[in-house]
């Protein structure tokens, strides 16, 4: 039978669910917070058929990141006693069989499914189960209390526990506090909650049902309204599911999702708008969880400057200035340029000294070990050396901007009536406007600063779309 139920099953939906519904209950103790680095070292599961617990399944686990000295103290385990248990891959398929089919329930049970996804994933095993998060009915149910912990929720029940942070007792605990739980939620959003799909602790699956399936640049917000992170998809409400529903992937996508309290989108006519969009937004509002297209310095290039002896590398910045259609590279650092021509020198059998990047007169140290020609000393004439620098500096020559001035790219969504035109000029993204009257106005605005980010997606958008419609301006 259901065991201490606290109060009567005060509802339809609750005795259907309770009844009708296979559930395990399930609770999960791990070694931190990331799912990566960390592992479950102890799962409690609770069968339950018709109401009633049939069958109680325990496991203590060998992590194998081993058991931190705070977990240790906090659960009374000592690291000895799990180095002879088994792995969680050694159990993944007799776990598997048990939660297969079911409603699995559980308290915070994002944190224990972001695991067990992984662990599974690990050992090559597949199961599908529903979720039922505690946690989520406790904010319903109740969401005038200052906490909604296990530990909060179970002295408020007078639900007593003989350990604590243990997953038997902590399952128990749960099943315990399930009735009066789902007795106290409105029929509507239980059944909401009784997903497959992992939905943020703070948003509803309409919400996220609600996001458009078109391209467009989505906004994460966490509490008081601080942007988290900014994404592109050709396909937002797809995209934005992706998110919960992969956050065991690492703790960064764990913390993020779990933050998560709004969340907006600015549809756009393309993958390009979605794409420029993005870079152009990441680099001015700096989301906390964006790391790769914040970073924005000025960025350095090798022009090769013809003189009286021969070509001459020089280091130059690209800043606002029009890129020379002779640059060759776009680099963070000096020392990251340096290393880029030190690295083509050595392939190409070029002379260092003649480059710029080592000092002296005659013949080079490299000369002697083969490694040069001989272009410092006359043992090579200076056009053929040349010859080479130029065949090296070819792969990473930048494109020349193939129109004489400013352009428009002209980008469609036919199904959405959306037309967007991308000022554009020498690489640079000047502004995206839907309103062709508004282009000479984004022309006036200040020379932005060169973006390797809208470099790259411009030039990979015309080569894949070669017949792009481009008005000259």
């Not at 002879?84 to 939660?99: K, T, V």
Request: hydrophobic share 45%; aromatic share 6%.
């Amino acid at each position: 039978m259901c065991p201490f139920p606290l109060t009567p099953l005060g509802s339809e939906v609750t005795g259907a669910l309770l009844t009708a519904r296979a559930l395990a209950v399930i609770d999960v103790q791990v070694t931190g917070l990331h799912p990566q680095q960390d592992c479950i070292w102890e799962i409690a599961v609770l069968l339950v058929d018709d109401g009633a617990v049939v069958a109680r399944h325990a496991w203590l686990l060998r992590p194998l990141s081993g058991l931190p000295a705070t977990v240790s103290r906090l659960s009374g385990v000592l690291p000895a006693e799990l180095a002879g248990q088994p792995c969680f891959a050694d159990i993944a398929d007799e776990l598997a069989r048990c939660l297969e089919g079911r409603v699995v329930v559980g308290h915070n049970l994002r944190v224990a499914h972001a695991f067990l996804r992984r662990g599974f994933a690990s050992a090559g095993v597949r199961v599908r189960y529903r979720q039922l998060c505690t946690l989520q009915l406790a904010r319903t149910a109740w969401p005038g209390l200052t906490s909604h912990s296990l530990d909060a929720l179970c002295e408020a029940q007078g639900i007593r526990r003989f350990f604590r942070h243990r997953a038997s007792p902590d399952a128990e605990a749960v099943w315990q506090l399930l009735p009066t739980l789902v007795a106290q939620v409105p029929p509507e959003q239980l059944a909401r909650q009784l997903r497959k799909a992992a939905v943020p602790r703070f948003l509803s699956a309409e919400r996220l049902q609600a996001i458009p399936a078109r391209p467009g640049v989505y906004y994460f917000y966490g509490e008081n309204q601080a942007l988290l992170y900014i994404g592109k998809s050709r396909n937002l409400r797809q995209r934005v599911h992706s998110h919960f529903q992969n956050d065991h992937h690492s703790r960064r996508s764990l913390q993020m999702a779990q933050q998560v309290r709004d969340i907006r989108v600015q549809p756009t006519a393309g993958e390009l708008g979605a794409l420029l969009l993005e870079s152009a937004e990441v680099k001015r509002l700096l989301p906390l969880y964006n790391r790769q297209l914040r970073r924005q310095c000025d960025l350095l290039t090798w022009v090769l400057i013809p003189g009286a002896e021969g070509l001459q590398p020089e280091l130059q910045t690209v800043g606002r200035s029009i890129i020379e259609s002779g640059s060759v590279g776009l680099f963070r650092s000096r020392r990251q340029a340096q290393a880029w021509l030190r690295s083509e020198a050595s392939r190409h059998q070029l002379c260092l000294r003649v480059l710029g990047l080592e000092r002296g007169d005659g013949a080079c140290f490299a000369t002697q070990l083969g490694a040069c020609r001989g272009a410092c000393c006359g043992l090579e004439p200076r056009e053929t050396h040349d010859a080479r620098l130029l065949a090296a500096c070819e792969q990473l020559r930048i494109a020349s901007w193939p129109w004489s001035g400013p352009v428009a790219l002209v980008e469609r969504d036919l199904e959405q009536n959306l037309c967007q035109w991308h000022v554009l000029d020498q690489w640079r993204h000047l502004a995206t406007v839907d309103d062709p009257a508004l282009i000479n106005a984004a022309r006036q605005q200040p020379a932005q600063a060169f973006s390797l980010d809208a470099y790259h997606i411009l030039l990979s958008h015309l080569r894949r779309f070669p017949h792009t419609e481009v008005v000259v301006l």
